[in-house]
């Protein structure tokens, strides 16, 4: 069973096209995070939610939206994708707000 | 601003070498610490982390960690590293108060055979 899971592992989209990416998490944890990591594996968190709620909401343009329907699911929808966008896009979760994370596979977003 | 730092960028060992990658943190409050390794083309994976107590942790696959408050300091280690061990090394830093993780930058490693 994968702890954390992200749908789809790759996505390869046109500029200006709006895409979702899909998380979910088995482990009962309160807190799920997304992360974006760059080309040179800088790690950087964008949204924080502790039990459906946004706690942490970084620097980042309003193309981008997470929801939370429930505690297991962090979705990410990004709207009129940039060249600037192409990530590597991490889900993780943990058992509590300050505990260890665990990472999903990620997704590979490419703009072209 | 809190800031983690890993002054290493790339280490290149030897199988059977010691190995230590530092990691420095910029808070002078409460702190949890974690190191995660990304092994090429995975997710990050925790190794190892240190809340409270003994400040010598130790993690999977043989590593640990050093916390020395008075350096603001988590450094990673290994007697001996393998060919598996490549990958890449993160230290990343919970302070209190914040819930926010804060990772550094990397540490690329590559063990050669």
């Known amino acids: 069973d994968t702890a954390v899971s992200q749908t789809p592992k790759y996505l390869v989209t046109q500029m200006g096209n709006d895409k979702s990416i899909k998380c979910e998490q088995n482990?009962?944890?309160?807190?799920m995070y997304w992360y974006k990591q760059d080309s040179k594996k800088f790690l950087k968190i964008m949204f924080s939610?502790?039990?459906?709620?946004?706690?942490i909401n970084e620097t980042v343009p309003n193309r981008f939206s997470p929801k939370s329907p429930d505690k297991a699911h962090l979705n990410l929808h990004i709207n009129s994708l940039e060249l600037g966008d192409s990530a590597v896009y991490f889900c993780?979760?943990?058992?509590?707000?300050?505990?260890?994370?665990?990472f999903g596979q990620g997704t590979r977003l490419t703009v072209v | 601003a809190q800031s983690v730092s890993q002054h290493n960028h790339h280490v290149i060992l030897s199988e059977a070498a010691s190995l230590e990658l530092g990691c420095n943190y910029s808070?002078?409050?409460?702190?949890?610490l974690f190191w995660y390794v990304q092994y090429p083309g995975q997710h990050l994976q925790l190794l190892l982390k240190?809340?409270?107590?003994?400040?010598l942790v130790k993690g999977i696959k043989g590593f640990e960690a050093e916390f020395i408050k008075s350096k603001f300091s988590f450094n990673l280690r290994k007697p001996s590293v393998q060919w598996s061990d490549t990958a890449e090394y993160f230290c990343?830093?919970?302070?209190?108060?914040?819930?926010?993780?804060?990772f550094g930058t990397g540490t690329r490693l590559k063990v050669l055979a």
């Open positions: 482990l009962g944890h309160d807190t």
């Open positions: 993780a979760s943990s058992p509590a707000l300050t505990g260890a994370a665990f």
């Open positions: 990343a830093v919970i302070i209190s108060g914040t819930y926010k993780y804060i």
């Open positions: 808070y002078g409050g409460t702190v949890n």
């Open positions: 240190y809340f409270s107590g003994d400040p």
């Open positions: 939610y502790n039990n459906k709620e946004l706690i």
